[in-house]
């Protein structure tokens, strides 16, 4: 059945079903009279003057009109022992590993023959240097003579 035929099929089912299908919630309506039914489409008045529905409720206590209304005090009993907590883990460590960590950051000067100081990431860029290279030339008349 492709979409076509399944959309005539059901105009077809509630032309005939209708009538019974309004009878059905006629008489549920009826019989859940006192049922409370919380709607999404209900919305409530919030201590801060502003409304909310209940599927926004998170979204309206986090938004700023609402974070206004709580006092400071409230407020700060809640976030302050968070902010410590997080100061506390935030601390640096002893000056003694401090030392040693910037030790292993920092980086390894290597003493060239030709005189020069190169790292181990500028190796190669050392010795294509006008330095290097004389004191290249140098030695191998050293040698040859």
């Known amino acids: 059945m ?3 035929e399944q959309k005539e099929y059901q105009r077809e089912y ?9 009878n059905y919630m006629r008489n549920y309506r009826k019989n859940n009279k006192g049922c409370e039914v919380i709607d999404s489409i209900h919305s409530i008045l ?17 938004s ?3 974070q206004v209304y709580i006092s400071v005090e ?13 100061n506390h883990l935030k601390k640096q460590p002893p000056e003694e590993y401090q030392i040693e960590y910037y030790n292993l950051k920092k980086p390894h000067y290597i003493k060239c023959e030709c ?3 190169y790292t181990s990431a500028n190796r190669a860029s050392h010795f294509r ?3 290097h290279q ?3 030339l140098t030695c191998d008349i050293l040698f040859v003579e």
């Open 2 to 4: 492709n979409k076509e």
């Open 14 to 22: 509630y032309k005939k079903n209708q009538v019974k299908k309004k």
């Open 46 to 62: 919030c201590e801060c003057g502003g409304n909310y529905t209940s599927a926004n409720k998170t979204r309206h206590i986090n």
């Open 64 to 66: 700023m009109k609402h």
């Open 74 to 86: 409230e407020y700060n009993k809640i976030l302050r022992p968070r902010l410590r907590e997080y």
């Open 115 to 117: 005189g020069g100081n």
């Open 129 to 131: 240097t006008m330095k």
């Open 134 to 136: 004389s004191y290249l």
